[in-house]
């Protein structure tokens, strides 16, 4: 039931962009993402409810396909705060349970 | 605003004794409440969800169990610490009836076994 994510860790420069993949091999119901600095707790991004739905925030976004159970986050120009580690997660139907993704590490260095 | 309180903010036990953890969430009501673990440069896995008073769904058999005695208290314990239970423990709640309920987590409780 776990999402699985790829790539598992990326490095970028300063001003590079990336893409994140999340994919389940069950319905989706909703896609979270979240950040997670080293030793901290996850910080909470954006969620997508419904498939074909695009979001953003600054130079942060996420689309979610319904049809293909995934969804992808999109970090344009990236900064060295976006450095941490990304989750994906995924809501049963009934919204209660949650399960989190494999994670992607991402280093941007000057 | 909300909050979310958990403590302690660490904690070293050796095997075999008991554990309890505490999280308390403040300015909202009747939220769902969940538990999770995270091993050391892993994903988080889910444990325990509550969507309301002494109400406790385990995903995960193990010596760990949860309480919920009141509408923002959420308590994680075990009997007999294991050393596989070490690992960095987060709560989190959510609000019930919002589609989609995104997570807002504790600050977590790096708990090592020894």
């Known amino acids: 039931q776990q999402p699985v994510q790829s790539p598992q860790a990326v490095i970028l420069r300063e001003g590079e962009d990336a893409v994140i993949n999340c994919s389940s091999s069950?319905?989706?119901?909703?896609v979270h993402w979240y950040r997670q600095k080293h030793g901290e707790a996850p910080v909470f991004l954006m969620i997508l409810l419904k498939g074909g739905e695009q979001k953003g925030h600054e130079k942060i976004s996420a689309s979610f396909n319904e049809k293909k159970q995934q969804s992808s986050l999109y970090l344009t120009a990236s900064q060295l705060s976006y450095s941490g580690t990304y989750f994906c997660g995924t809501a049963k139907s009934t919204g209660n349970q949650f399960y989190f993704g494999t994670g992607t590490s991402l280093t941007v260095i000057p | 605003s909300q909050t979310i309180h958990q403590w302690p903010a660490t904690l070293v036990q050796p095997v075999g004794s008991p554990l309890s953890l505490e999280c308390t969430v403040e300015g909202t009501s009747n939220p769902n409440l969940y538990w999770y673990r995270q091993a050391a440069g892993r994903g988080l896995q889910l444990l325990f969800y509550s969507v309301g008073i002494g109400q406790i769904s385990s995903e995960v058999p193990q010596n760990l169990s949860a309480s919920r005695p009141q509408d923002r208290q959420f308590i994680l314990s075990s009997k007999k610490l294991l050393l596989s239970d070490s690992g960095f423990y987060l709560c989190?709640?959510?609000?019930?009836?919002?589609?989609?309920?995104?997570?807002?987590f504790g600050p977590g409780t790096r708990l090592t076994v020894t």
């Open positions: 989190a709640w959510s609000v019930r009836l919002r589609e989609g309920r995104e997570q807002y």
């Open positions: 069950k319905a989706l119901y909703s």
